[in-house]
Nanobody, 118 residues
Framework: QVQLVESGGGLVQPGGSLRLSCAAS????????MSWYRQAAGKERELVAS????????NYADSVKGRFTISRDNAKNTVYLQMNSLNLEDTAVYLC???????????WGQGTQVTVSS
């Protein structure tokens, strides 16, 4: 069955870094654009970064530009989010999403908690 499993979250101090991973299975990963979203307590889910199916196009929320980098390895069916210079406002559950533009089909992971605290 389809699975998206995020990992790499945790507790980090302000200014620190984390690398999130999202391992996919059960569908043709290379045909899907991938995105990272986050949802902080009491707030709406927001798009953080996205990457096209071949990795050639990336987009970022203004709040993370220059600090976060999304990448993918289609041979490993995995998408990554490198997060640097983390601040308190980055605290949230981070979720990955797969979407195939042609069909509109999409899948979500369960999320991984990132907490930035001193």
């Amino acid at each position: 069955q389809v699975q998206l499993v995020e990992s790499g979250g945790g507790l980090v101090q302000p200014g620190g870094s984390l690398r999130l991973s999202c391992a996919a299975s059960g569908f043709t990963f290379s045909m899907y654009a991938m995105s990272w979203y986050r949802q902080a307590a009491g707030k709406e889910r927001e798009l953080v970064a996205s990457i096209s199916s071949d990795g050639g196009i990336t987009n970022y929320a203004d709040s993370v530009k220059g600090r976060f980098t999304i990448s993918r390895d289609n041979a490993k069916n995995t998408v990554y989010l490198q997060m640097n210079s983390l601040n308190l406002e980055d605290t949230a559950v981070y979720l990955c999403k797969a979407r195939r533009r042609v069909t509109g089909r999409e899948y979500w992971g369960q999320g991984t908690q990132v907490t930035v605290s001193s």
